[in-house]
């Protein structure tokens, strides 16, 4: 199986701030990674799509980049509505496989 | 507008069976693979099963393989799951997901609200 390593665990931010998230892969999935927000009760949101694709309808200030093991998803510009939980996953091959998730604060 | 309502979840004991349900619209369902993916209360998402268009190949992960069976009925628009001899550690939310396309190994596009799914004697 591919484990999905994400981090950090958690973070806190101001408004404004710039902040990534990491996720790094046992094994090269070749850009099959998604990332998903999910807020306090709701259920999970596509965010980006094959690495760096931006799902319709989200913000452009999220982004994603990374190639091979390693990939990232960056929020330029903080704001009060991104405080959320985040996963990545893989969608290389099965089973289909998540990160562990990182909180994201606002400071 | 995509919609993905799941039903049938409840409290039920150790060993037992429940089958839970997905109705979907806003998209033409038949043409679109399928999922199941649970979040444990407090904790991460875990990928459930997921089935192709026709019904005809499914997949799962070791932990609910043999126990979980998913399916579908194109003509009712509707996914379901079957679990069998559930555990404790099987209690979490389902949530019904839509891939993103006619692949399974693609993410998931669209979420259900989640049915919650509690395993206790």
């Known amino acids: 199986d591919i484990q999905m390593t994400q981090s950090p665990a958690s973070l806190s931010a101001s408004l404004g701030e710039t902040v990534s998230i990491e996720c790094l892969a046992s094994?090269?999935?070749?850009?099959?990674l998604a990332w998903y927000q999910q807020k306090s009760g709701k259920s999970p949101q596509l965010l980006i799509y094959?690495?760096?694709r931006l799902q319709d309808g989200v913000p452009s200030r999220f982004s994603g980049s990374g190639s091979g093991t390693r990939y990232s998803l960056k929020i330029s510009g903080m704001q009060p509505e991104d405080e959320a939980d985040y996963f990545c996953?893989?969608?290389?091959?099965?089973?289909?496989?998540f990160g562990s998730g990182t909180k994201l604060e606002i400071k | 507008e995509v919609q993905l309502v799941e039903s049938g979840g409840g409290l039920v004991q150790p060993g037992r069976s429940l089958k839970l349900s997905c109705a979907a619209s806003?998209?033409?369902?038949?043409?679109?693979?399928m999922a199941w993916v649970r979040q444990a209360p407090k904790k991460g998402l875990e990928w459930v099963a997921t089935?192709?268009?026709?019904?005809?190949?499914?997949y799962y992960p070791d932990s609910v393989k043999g126990r979980f069976t998913i399916s579908r009925d194109n003509a009712k628009s509707s996914l379901y799951l079957q679990m069998n001899s559930l555990k404790s550690e099987d209690t979490a939310t389902y949530y019904c997901?839509?891939?993103?396309?006619?692949?399974?190994?693609?993410?998931?596009?669209?979420w259900g609200q989640g049915t919650l799914v509690t395993v206790s004697s």
């Open positions: 089935i192709s268009t026709s019904g005809s190949r499914t």
């Open positions: 997901a839509r891939h993103f396309s006619n692949i399974g190994t693609t993410p998931f596009a669209y």
């Open positions: 996953q893989q969608s290389y091959k099965y089973p289909l496989t």
């Open positions: 094994e090269g999935i070749s850009n099959d």
């Open positions: 094959a690495a760096s």
């Open positions: 806003g998209f033409t369902f038949s043409n679109y693979y």
